[in-house]
């Protein structure tokens, strides 16, 4: 019991002296107003070239916040896997598109960049779209991660 107890304060010892600034820390939601402006951002965007506002869909927000937080767990900037983020969607005739973004701190800048990307301003633009949902996530060491899901 005793060496059991020694373990356990050396342990917790050494992981605050190692990871004193919180660097296994779990990934947590941007802050909401950053998610605001992307969606502002994105529907201003879309009249200025003719396109009809997005609506905002409550399933494709939650379905883009979870993809923004594997994104963010993975440490990677890729878009294998996002299907499977609407698969709770999915009916004939749906079709779906996905902006990824990593590093950027609102959005706003995260939607500006999104229109200098030709794929991403095609899927921002694309009348056919209907509804979008936006979700932010920061890693351990406070970098953003972004995910728009896009249905029609």
């Known amino acids: 019991m005793a060496i059991q107890t020694i373990y356990c304060v050396i342990f917790s010892c050494c992981a605050a002296l190692l990871f004193p600034f919180g660097i296994l820390a779990e990934a947590r939601p941007c802050p909401v107003e950053w998610v605001q402006q992307a969606i502002d951002a994105t529907n201003i965007y879309r009249v200025e070239h003719g396109s009809a506002p997005l609506e905002l869909h ?27 983020s609407v698969a709770d969607f999915r009916e004939p005739g749906t079709s779906f598109a996905e902006n990824i973004a990593y590093g950027y701190s609102s959005g706003l800048k995260t939607s500006r960049m999104w229109y200098g990307s030709v794929p991403h301003k095609a899927n921002m633009l694309e009348p056919k779209f209907t509804s979008t949902g936006i979700g932010c996530f920061l890693d351990h060491t406070g970098i953003p991660w972004w995910a728009q899901l896009f249905k029609n």
């Open 58 to 84: 409550s399933g494709l927000t939650q379905a883009a916040a979870n993809r923004a937080h594997t994104l963010t767990q993975r440490g990677e900037l890729s878009h294998e896997g996002w299907l499977n």
